[in-house]
């Protein structure tokens, strides 16, 4: 089985039946979703296939064959990719999403916040200019659960949403 | 290398030069212990490598410093912004010197300690280390210059007098120097050690560093996927292991059930009292194969809890609250019982708070390596390495140099381990040992909500009497919590093995059934008031035949909470029964100048209706949203608190909107404000979800809560707007703490607001639509 994570091909040898999650963190070494719940219920797990966050404790590995799976670790390569950079200026750019998440100071324990930066992500290439009520419909509502902060980090993510945004228009906060 | 060692006195501590070296140079501040029963020996052990100093601060040649502290992160970020703020100001150097901050690890860090009052009793020692540090370095430049250490200056680590300058870095080149300083204490219990001795500290007049908003140096590990959380710890040769516990908190192991090996070829079940785990290669393996053992495995029944409907039924006729001495608070005093009789006017009401779960966004986990000779290494996230330490010791029955415990980043779990264990831990060390190979232990998120502590429910009865000008005369309160702090590891407690005494009436500290009065009493216009606390033990604690039973543990303000929201919804509601404006009612009953100017601040700042309530359009029926506002107040750890809730109800299906908290801080100095800023929004976010959701259920065998869906949180589409007011107060000379404290105040000002909102009183939580709507028929 191969998978393509963060653009390159990777050969699984987990069963047909293992969840995603487990295959990233402990075949492939790629460690930033994190296990929360294993029930679809948390977020914390999030993963971009095909650019769609979905919940990889919950996704067998065999539904991810053929399709782009995007972690934070593939996130500034994303966004290189996607604004045409290269070579030196790709290896020092980070994703808006990351900067923004710097700038605002936006983890408290930060656990969650991977999963909160795929969904941010997610969001953003979507709609480049999200409304208040649209950020906070994407946490809470679009997906199979809402994006759960136990530490209460919902008003900073909402600042660093609008703030990545604002960097991806190519402006200053 | 010259084998003398030259020796100076500098207020207490002793600087020795123990000759040169060849490269580098550096000063290590170490310690001399004054009086320690067992902490000498672990601490003369403790290193896996025996060249590695166990320094508070060290000062390399190159100018940079290094610091050292038991204390762990869980977001709270002190340790990355405030701590670094506070002892580059008492070292005189730049913020940037400081270049690491090692937390936790046992091998590696002095002092031990809780993860908790990280900015009082936490960097008191650190800040003292780093004044006797300040001190030796200006002897050393004495020295050097042949000039008096009253005739010198220091700016930005570069000590000048006498016409000449010499940076830090320079004196401590080529040398091995030692500063050895006082402490106290013993290492491997609740507070650990104390720097001891009386250095002189900068004055706050001086403070550079203090007081600018720094960002937290972990954050950009953490966004971009460097940081090494404790989930990511992988060691050669580690299995994976699933726990299946027990059926109820008092079942014990009938028969162990087995694993289909034609599925799960690799997977080993293993056995301790009882213990049940599941190991296998992967983690897969591990789980499926866990919930197949957990289907066919027997256990004996046990019902003994009274079930979450019957709590305070439960507490008022069944518990034993005579066993345990009655606290009585300090600022009890008066005749509260006369001036109650006397009372014009007298509010009577009974407030009740559920079992709460810390609910960590990432259930418990630890990796252990029992070795051959005895050691055991364990990586954990856990806010008392040394205290864990011992625990682990005792269980295994070794010293406690055989224990090494390593730290990490990981999800926060708000007070839950502040004593030691956090619930994986004991288990993956008694696995690895059963097992002889690294094991890594992860808790399922049922688990987590079912086999953790929780935060202790409680009940207050309050009497508030008025007078003829409607002033309070007496206020009297009794309440009544269960022990609050079990730190059993359960993995032990299940194994059978040693631990700590579950709490009883004549246990030691923190191991005892007594309830201290923990919010202080901060309305000093009140002359006659009597204020006691009751205790008892956990609920289902001797009844389980495990002595299992709901385990309590400290959350966030332990105690505290559970005694203001009763204090702070009284009031309010009392200050109705005097025709009084909520935040007026509280000023005319204080005399403290800061907590006068954070409750006229909140008033400004807050958009608050001067007015009683409830409001005039306050309405019980109907499906159009009606709106109230409610204030709330609480000292703690030298920092003045208060708050506003404005929320929006809908009678006809219970459903409240928290619409804006405002939150005014006076910390005494504030350290950092960009990060208390984010530490106090956090807290109001958990204070709402507190007031709104909460509550552990359980029937009369075990806790049925066992997800997100059965225990629901705050979302981020049902946040209030937040507004943060911070009073720099430097002349009170103290550093506040943010997020302990920040989640308190907003259940009680909710609370308070529904009653403006509604005329109605809501003293229970969760203010679920359910129990609104019953409130509302009433």
Redesign the interface.
Known sequence: MTITVNGQKREVQ??A???LL?VL??ELDV??P??????A??G?CSVLVDGKEVRSCVTPVSSATGKEVT???GL?ARWAKQKGLSGTDAGKT?HPV?QA??EE??????????GM?IKATELLEKTAKPSDAE???A???SGP??????????????EAVRHASSIMAGGAK | MKNSVETTHIFGAQLSRRGFVKAGGALFVGFTLLDSKDAQGAVAKNSLDPSQFQSWVEIHADNTVILRTGKCDFGQSSLYTAYRQIIADELEIPFESITAVVGGDTDRTPDGGGTFDLLGRGVTSLRKAAAYTREAMLELAAQRFGVAKDQLTIKAGVISGGGRSVAYGELVKDQNLKLSIPVTGDLTTMFGLTVDGNPPLKPVSKYEVIGKPYRNSIIPTKVTAKETWVTDVKVPGMWHARIVHPATLGSKLIAAGSVDKSKFPNAQIVAKGNLLGVVAPTEWEAIQASRQVAASTKWSEWKGLPGQPNLFRYFRQDADWKSTTVSRSQKSGGDAASAMASAKKKHAATYEMPFMKHAPIGPTMALADYKADGTVTVHAHNQNPQALRGQLALMLGVPVDQVIVRLYAGPGHYGRSNGGNAGAEDEAVLLSKELGRPVRVQWMRGEDFQWSTQSPAGYSDVQIGLDANNKISAYTVDHYMPAMQDDRPVGAILAGLPTMPAPSPGGQRLANTVNGNSDPWVYDGVLNLEERAHGTYEVGQRESPLGVGLRDHSMRTPGQFQQNFPREVALSEAAALAGADPIQFRLDHSKEERLKNILERLREESGWQTRSAPNPKASAKGNAPVRGQGVSVMFRSGSYWACAAQIAVTPASGAIAVEKITMVVDPGVVVNPLQLKRQVEGGSMMGTSIALYEQVEFDESGVTTKDWRSYPILKMADMPEIKVVIVNRPEVGVYGQGSEAANALAAPAIAAAFFDATGKPARNLPLRPEYVKNLLKA
């Open positions: 987990s069963p039946d293992t969840p487990y963190r402990n460690m930033s994190q296990f929360g719940c294993g029930l219920q948390c914390a972690t934070i670790e500034p980070l990351q998440w710097i100071q936006t983890p408290l324990c930060g656990y969650c916040q991977s930066m950020i906070k419909a946490f809470t509502t659960s809402a994006h759960l902060c136990r530490c209460g980090s919902y008003y900073a993510i909402v």
